[in-house]
């Protein structure tokens, strides 16, 4: 009998994911409480306010349990692969025009959320360029089949406007779109910040401050999430703000990771970025065996039942996702020449493309933010 790589590779992931499930619940339901603060592994600075806002939920986590002697475990052998800077962050060759590849990655990162269905748990796929493609890999090809037929889908001027047929038109696939309302919101949104400030383009917007992820509040990050509200992707944990900006980030590792070798972003501070708390990079960790969830929350993600955004499990989800990665990141480059560092993104690209077409479960979140 013939098998595909892909079936095969499925077959490893559904085992992998039993042994995890075995071993993770055991430790769990053992030591489901955080690690106490004098003993509490904590990773290197990195000069980011994500990581500086995580620890008051690690340290009183009830239902996500990070597992340090399973990173350094997983840290012995993965630090010898290759991790390199993904080569398809900005895809199509559009990284030889840096502004219309600035701009391609922006818009998509602004509806860079939610492609899985919420009741049928049905991902969102179209076919482009003779590829069957799904998920956020699906939405940026229809972004790309807009552009080759005329719509000007990178013009904030354009998106202010956008209708619902416009969104029907430009996404058509398997299915419709997940949150194509909120999507047409966020593009109607960001649209109207485009236009009015910068000339209906994200580059512009790019290239009018400094090459900085922070810089005193001028710095990329930091004026996309004060600009754009959908952006600033914080939540509140016991009274306490927690940063994650995964998309805040995101389109500025892709652009920087695509265009960097070619001048088009030379951020000065890419080393201040974490991991993109999604729904895919908590799957990875689960199944490697780095967290552990409580019993309560195996059972919500296993029966598909929605987490609410904000809420303690949601928040305790990703910033372990967070915290997990910068350790990871910490130890596999105690094994690495200096000349061989990698920094988080690394890492992330390492998990997301490993494990982002997995049947194991997700936790599901109605939310803009990822």
């Not at 595909?4 to 489901?32: C, E, H, P």
């Not at 990703?318 to 990698?342: F, G, M, S, W």
Request: charged share 20%; hydrophobic share 40%.
């Amino acid at each position: 009998m013939n098998f595909s790589r892909r079936q095969v590779l499925q077959g490893i992931t559904a085992l992998t994911a039993v042994a995890a499930a075995g071993k993770t619940s055991a430790f769990a339901a053992v030591s489901m409480n955080s690690s106490s603060a004098d003993s509490l592994h904590w990773p290197q600075p990195l000069g980011s306010p994500v990581t500086e806002s995580l620890r008051t939920v690690v340290e009183n986590s009830r239902d996500v349990r990070t597992n340090y002697e399973k990173i350094v475990e997983i840290a012995g052998w993965m630090a010898y692969e290759e991790l390199p800077m993904p080569n398809l962050a900005v895809p199509y060759g559009l990284e030889k025009t840096p502004d219309i590849a600035m701009d391609f990655v922006m818009v998509g990162n602004t509806i860079d959320t939610a492609f899985t269905d919420f009741k049928t748990h049905v991902k969102f796929q179209t076919d482009y360029a003779g590829a069957h493609l799904s998920d956020s890999e699906a939405m940026f090809a229809c972004l790309k089949r807009a552009m080759d037929g005329g719509i000007p889908i990178l013009d904030g001027k354009f998106l202010k406007k956008i209708t619902r047929r416009n969104m029907e038109e430009i996404f058509a696939g398997n299915m419709e779109i997940p949150m194509l309302e909120e999507k047409m919101k966020l593009f109607r949104e960001a649209g109207e910040v485009l236009a009015e400030r910068y000339g209906g383009r994200y580059y512009n917007f790019i290239r009018s401050g400094p090459a900085r992820l922070y810089d005193n509040g001028k710095g990329l990050v930091e004026r996309l999430a004060l600009e754009f509200p959908r952006y600033n992707d914080v939540s509140l944990y016991d009274g306490r703000e927690v940063k994650f900006y995964k998309l805040t980030q995101l389109g500025f590792w892709q652009i920087y990771s695509g265009l960097g070798a070619a001048g088009g972003l030379r951020l000065e501070d890419p080393q201040k970025m974490t991991a993109f708390a999604d729904y895919i990079v908590p799957v990875a960790l689960r199944l490697m065996g780095i967290t552990s969830y409580s019993p309560a929350l195996e059972q919500s993600i296993n029966t598909y039942q929605l987490i609410a955004r904000d809420s303690r499990q949601e928040i305790e989800i990703r910033a372990h996702c967070l915290y997990a990665t910068a350790l990871l990141a910490d130890e596999i480059n105690k094994l690495r020449p200096p000349d061989q560092q990698v920094i988080i993104p690394q890492i992330d690209a390492r998990l997301w493309t490993h494990y982002h077409t997995t049947p194991w479960p997700h936790h599901l979140t109605r939310t803009i933010m990822y």
